[in-house]
């Protein structure tokens, strides 16, 4: 990935005002920012307070740092090559402050034209350990907020909440009723002033803790960091997790030089603008796999989510040779690139990945998936992947393996994104992908490492296997594009062919089904950002629907261009996708029904063709009903009907 790039240094330029107060700007000036030399800082937005910031960093030598001189100013406008994004290419367009903080520390401060950044920078040869970085944001009055809290509050003990998924639905309120017990996870979103929408994530956190935030008092929110692991034992779900018994004194320890993770504000002046914004990409660390050449992204029929639950086969279905060699099948008639195996192929409870339950003829089974054009990707606990990293991927690598997708993590600590760094290094080593589950954030490290396809981090349809009604996941579907989405691409794991209108649904494990219509389910496909994109239900299932089928087996994962044409956090979103000239357009709704007016005026001039799915006259009461027709592109708009629960799919093509 080539990075071309000019900077010039603008001396004297944005260091306006006394000499204890430093200026800085967007490049278009609508994000500025001043910042004292005792590093707390004002930021605005096209005019209006935004927040006000406060950084700092106490090291375990007795130093904080809290004071800065020396500013330097530069100015960068530069392309990025991202091959596995939302978009070929992006933008790294910005105006710095630098500042010292002393001999060895410095803190950097980017304005882009949506979002204020800055990180701390080592240059020191000798080890140094962090006790605290203070990260604080306040707001002039009592804003609104859209918080993901760690699910179990565990009574405010904070160290037992680091330990987590990252998925929950959001909570909605003013700062003062953010719950001070409890910890949020990233990203969060304010909305400080009309017109004005801030949200607060970070990018590049290899070998670093992840980043918390807490509601102290007032209308402030606070940075917490879960400290370094001293004691762990192997527990959790089947044995497979590691859980802390005692932490150290500080967060983090530094062998040298290096940097800190990017703190991250995302500015825009509405809900549109969030779920258009690539900061955490543009500052997650440079791609560090030199030849991508053997990156595939694609799609994946998976097991897990249909419970193997095949019907109108002359087998009993299960985890076991004939069901897999059923789903490769599938997966190859519909050109889909690959099929999950999930929990259960190797043999539970042994502790390790060699060994294989002998229902499963693995060899066979990857050489059966080759012929026919296939690839496979097998399914991990943390614990028995970390315990033999190296040699768990030489040996199914060497098998014909193309990935692994681990789960159960549910730690962001400094020791955990260190091992995620040295997975996917391990794993591009041997030439295998990575979808990691009970994960944070991507947080730029899809950028690093690009064979990183995909990151859980959300309250996704798995679910639905067991979540209540009352769990609004089309609300929580309505507002992921533009939070979660802004951390990187997530493995929601849409596609569900059983689909139950308001009133209608229930969590059934072994036969699961969704909330919302068929076509919320399509639309979601073009809505969310998936390098790595699953086809969650039965093979069954998908032949019985075969139009349905259709469209998602031929949906890119990868894009040229994306376009968030419209949308309402919450409420509604509709965005359009290239891959090549081909177009595709997808839309989803929360529970309200609504009537939404598609603007197609970024086709280029000529004639088209539209392939639509569309919730159908019944959807509201059959989340199942849905029709699907083709026409001629006529004019610059295009109004659909979404039901309640609802949305829309579309290929566009020019004649």
């Not at 700092?56 to 406008?77: C, F, H, I, M």
């Not at 929990?343 to 339950?357: A, K, Y």
């Not at 409420?571 to 309200?592: C, F, H, L, Q, S």
């Amino acid at each position: 990935m080539k990075k071309v790039f000019f900077a010039i240094v603008l001396s004297g330029l944005c260091l306006t005002g006394s000499a204890r107060d430093y200026n800085i700007a967007s490049p278009d000036g609508a994000v500025k920012a001043t910042i004292g030399d005792n590093l707390e800082y004002t930021v605005t937005y096209n005019g209006k307070a935004a927040y006000t910031g406060v950084a700092a960093l106490t090291l375990s030598n007795g130093k904080t740092l809290s004071t800065v001189k020396s500013p330097k100013a530069t100015s960068v406008d530069a392309i990025i090559e991202t091959p596995f994004y939302r978009n070929s290419s992006v933008a790294d367009k910005y105006n710095q402050l630098s500042f010292k903080a002393d001999k060895d520390w410095s803190i950097v401060f980017r304005a882009y034209n949506d979002g204020l950044a800055y990180r701390w920078v080592y240059s020191g040869k000798k080890p140094v350990n962090v006790v605290d970085e203070k990260i604080e944001y306040t707001f002039a009055n009592d804003a609104h907020s859209t918080v993901p809290y760690v699910r179990d509050a565990h009574d405010g003990d904070f160290d037992k909440q680091f330990f987590n998924s990252f998925e929950n639905l959001y909570t909605e309120g003013p700062l003062s009723q953010v719950d001070p017990r409890r910890l949020a996870f990233l990203p969060l979103v304010v909305e400080p002033a009309e017109d004005v929408k801030v949200l607060f994530t970070e990018s590049d956190i290899a070998n670093y803790p992840g980043l918390y935030l807490n509601h102290a008092e007032g209308t402030s929110l606070t940075g917490v960091h879960p400290r370094v692991p001293k004691k762990e034992h192997v527990g959790g779900y089947i044995n497979i997790q590691k859980v802390v018994d005692e932490r150290e004194d500080y967060i983090a320890a530094l062998d040298g030089a290096r940097t800190l993770p990017w703190r991250i504000a995302m500015l825009t002046a509405d809900d549109k603008g969030l779920a258009q914004s690539q900061l955490t990409h543009i500052l997650g660390a440079p791609g560090q796999i030199e030849d991508t050449s053997w990156i595939k992204p694609g799609k994946v029929a998976w097991d897990w989510w249909n419970a193997w639950n095949l019907y109108g086969v002359d087998f009993e279905a299960g985890i076991n040779q004939e069901t897999y060699k059923y789903y490769i099948d599938f997966a190859a008639k519909n050109g889909i690139e690959y099929i999950i195996m999930d929990d259960g192929w190797s043999v539970p409870g042994c502790g390790e990945l060699f060994s294989v339950i002998p229902e499963i003829d693995m060899p066979g089974l990857v050489k059966y998936a080759k012929d026919k054009g296939v690839g496979i990707i097998l399914w991990a606990g943390y614990v028995p992947f970390e315990k033999d990293l190296e040699a768990v991927c030489k040996h199914y690598s060497d098998m014909g393996v193309k990935g692994f997708k681990v789960d159960f993590f549910d730690r962001n600590d400094q020791k955990m994104t260190a091992f995620l760094d040295k997975a996917a290094a391990t794993a591009a080593k041997y030439h295998m992908v990575l979808d990691l589950h009970g994960s944070h954030i991507p947080a730029g490290i899809n950028r690093k490492w690009p064979n990183v396809l995909n990151t859980e981090g959300v309250n996704g349809l798995e679910t639905m296997k067991w979540n209540p009604e009352s769990i609004d996941q089309m609300r929580y579907d309505a507002t992921i594009p533009f939070v979660r989405q802004a951390g990187g691409p997530m493995d929601y794991t849409q596609g569900a062919m059983i689909n139950a209108a308001k009133g209608k649904f229930n969590p059934v494990n072994g036969q699961p089904m969704s909330q919302g219509t068929r076509s919320h389910q399509l639309g979601l496909y073009p809505v969310l950002d998936s390098p790595l994109n699953m086809l969650c239900d039965s093979p069954s299932n998908y032949i019985r629907e075969q139009e349905c089928t259709d469209y998602i087996a031929q949906i890119p994962t990868v894009w040229d261009e994306t376009i968030v044409l419209d949308g309402d956090m919450g409420e509604y979103i509709v965005t359009a996708r290239r891959k090549g000239n081909d177009w595709y357009i997808g839309g989803i709704t929360n529970w309200t029904p609504r009537d939404v007016t598609v603007d197609l005026s970024f086709l280029p001039e000529g004639s088209y063709v539209a392939d639509w799915y569309v919730d159908g006259p019944n959807a509201h009461r059959n989340g199942n009903d849905y029709k699907h027709y083709t026409e001629t592109v006529s004019g610059k708009t295009k109004t659909i009907h979404m039901a309640p629960g609802g949305g829309f799919a579309g290929k566009i093509t020019k004649k």
